[in-house]
């Protein structure tokens, strides 16, 4: 099993931030994303395994995303062999990390946002981030990524799915960095699914995806 830490910030499940995060590329009503249904799954893997060295290391042209210490991503890849299909993966957690850094940083400029995510999904993310900042949000905890999966549809296109697992983040007031909702440790991991495609430097761009809350992919 591949396990790809990164430092970051995410938004916390609160009510109004998942009203957010369900406007994000996408929606929860389970609306098909053509070649999505065939996404094959990889399992994850149980929580005490060891820690690989990071499967992205060495990526050159990856812009750096840095949000501080008050958050943690543990990305598990599963165990993808196929390189092809583990490039699309790092590239969607790639378009995970980038929303993060909007949202620890209120900045909409951030290299990553144009670079791992274009089209409606884009549209959707500033959405997302100016009304973040707005209501003057951060969060700090740990989110867990796992069973991601990935499949080539062809023409520079793959559909892909993992699970999120925020039930250890919390919401905090971005200014003074108080926590302003706890975490809900009751939380259900949220499934996304999705469309990427590929630009002509290489990079596997998230265009569009879809949340399903209580997803049995993700029990």
Known sequence: MTRRRTRTALIAA????????????????????????????????????PEDPPADEGREGRPDIDFGGEFEHIHESGDVTDPELM???????????????????????????????AG???TATLTLLDNVTEQGISSIG??????????LVGDGAATFSFCR??????TIDFETKEVVEEADSDANPTLYAGRAEQNDDGVWQTVEYNLTQDAQECQ
């Open 14 to 49: 609160s009510a109004a931030t998942a009203l957010l995060l369900t406007a994000c590329g996408g929606s929860d009503n389970g609306d098909d994303i053509p070649g999505v249904d065939e996404t094959t799954q990889e399992p994850g893997g149980p929580e005490d395994e």
């Open 87 to 117: 490039d699309v993966i790092l590239d969607i957690q790639g378009f995970q990390d980038a929303v993060a850094e909007g949202i620890a940083s209120h900045d909409n400029e951030r290299p990553a946002l144009s670079y791992y995510i």
């Open 120 to 122: 409606p999904a884009r």
């Open 142 to 151: 740990t989110a867990r990524y796992f069973n991601y999966g990935a499949t």
């Open 165 to 170: 697992d925020f039930s250890e983040v919390a």
